[in-house]
């Protein structure tokens, strides 16, 4: 460090009211170099098959040893099969090699491995908070960019890459350039039939997909508050497709609630500890924020994209708007997209005729998206036709979901019931759907070719996908939930 600079016992870490995100920055400041970048400690690190069978491969090759084996976990979750009677082999060539790496070298480097026989294993940002690895207050990273999901419980989690990924698991450290503060307050309340997807689509059409660009972004208001845990982290998981560093919702009492008894939470006195670390894990009164965006949800209505962004996006009750605007680029981006998608402006989004419906990926695959699925799905059918998919996010909410009879309405109307997995939220694992054909998904992109061929991804709510299924159009849930 700078001699010249004063100690920590000279200037207090937090010396004016300071936002959650600065608080979490200070504390896990270990310098800030010369070329002002800072230096930040790694609680703990994610890895899946993908990506992670990459680091450690590369650890190996060069004689590296993981520095803190008990805080690396790793899924596997991208390339494996979803199918029933599932193995190594895969439907992506070469699958089986990232499988068999990562599991040798999580193996050899002593990690804590959630394999394809491990009743625990599911989609890395599902199992993550699902086993209470995240928590409050630290800090966390996985070469994945929905990362950011666990910011839901109040920890600072970004995503990185594979390189990034072998300094963390060596130095437990970051070199990152800290980014610019942002606060989205969410105020009012939801109607009936409107959830955490529908918001962050909202703010993502209003803003921009790079609306967050350089900011780490912390959730609040009304609308938030009331949120589930797992909503809170639908909403987080977006964060990045609004280009953010990171979202981040301070913890409360849900967070608590949700994280007790959790296998890896804090027990007894260090419980005791915990809850009272936490309960000062927020934004000062008068903390302030580099910018602020406030979006009124009191009259939001479900939001489905037209396009191959989730900027791309609104309303369901909306026509596809008009490609051109005030922007060139802008403008070619929509001409663009409208080609891929087969629409034209003024084409009415409710209505549009499907090919597929999924449900699924660390977006929208937990319990609470398979409940608010199934209570529009009971007692009616999948449209003849239409190829329906519900992949749960891990296979304890599979054994949740098959505990509370979930799993018989799906299938009693037409929809396949999987094990968990990336699955087709992309085909990195092989599986996609085919050319051209048009799919509303719980998914978190609909970039051109995301799901197969040149599919057409519209994204939405699992409401809405379920609603769109049994009509084989694009369809508002709001009636279906009604009666």
Partial sequence: ????????????RIAMAATLFDKLWQEHLVETQPDGTDLIYIDRVFLHERTGSIALSSLQTDAREVFYPQQVFCCMDH????????????????????IVATREGAQAAGLTLFDLDDPRQGIVHVVSPEQGIVQPGATLVCPDSHTCTQGALGAL??????????????????????????????????????TAKDMILRLIASHGASGGSGHAVEFAGEAVAALSMEGRMTL??????????????????????????????????????????????HSDDTAEFDSEIVIDCSTLEPQVTWGTSPQHSGDISAAVPAAETDDPVDSASRRKALDYMALQAGDAIAGQAIDCAFIGSCTNARIS???????VLAGRKVKEGIRAICVPGSMLVKAAAEAEGLDKVFRDAGFEWRAS???????????????????????????ESRQGPQTRTHLASPATVAASAVTGVITDPREMLAG
């Avoid at 460090?1 to 207090?12: I, L």
């Avoid at 998206?369 to 209570?375: F, G, I, M, S, V």
């Fill in 1 to 12: 460090m700078d001699p010249s600079k004063p100690t920590s016992k000279e200037q207090p």
């Fill in 79 to 98: 390339i494996v099969d979803t199918y029933p009677e599932r193995s190594d082999d895969t439907t992506m060539p070469s699958g089986r090699d990232f």
């Fill in 157 to 194: 989690a970004w995503g990185i890459g594979s390189s990034e990924a072998e300094h963390a698991l060596v130095t437990k450290t970051l070199r990152v350039k800290k980014p610019s503060s942002m606060r989205v307050r969410f105020e009012g309340t939801l109607p009936v039939g409107v």
């Fill in 236 to 281: 987080c998981n977006m964060a990045v497709e609004f280009s953010a560093f990171t979202g981040i919702i301070a913890p409360d009492e849900k967070t608590i609630a949700y994280l007790e008894g959790r296998p890896y939470s804090p027990s007894g006195e260090f419980w005791d500890a915990a809850c009272e670390y936490w309960a000062g894990l």
């Fill in 369 to 375: 998206d398979l409940r608010l699925a199934a209570q």
């Fill in 421 to 447: 997995g990336c699955s087709m939220c992309f085909f990195a694992g092989g599986e996609h759907f085919g050319f051209q054909q048009r799919v509303v998904s719980t998914t978190n992109r609909n970039f």
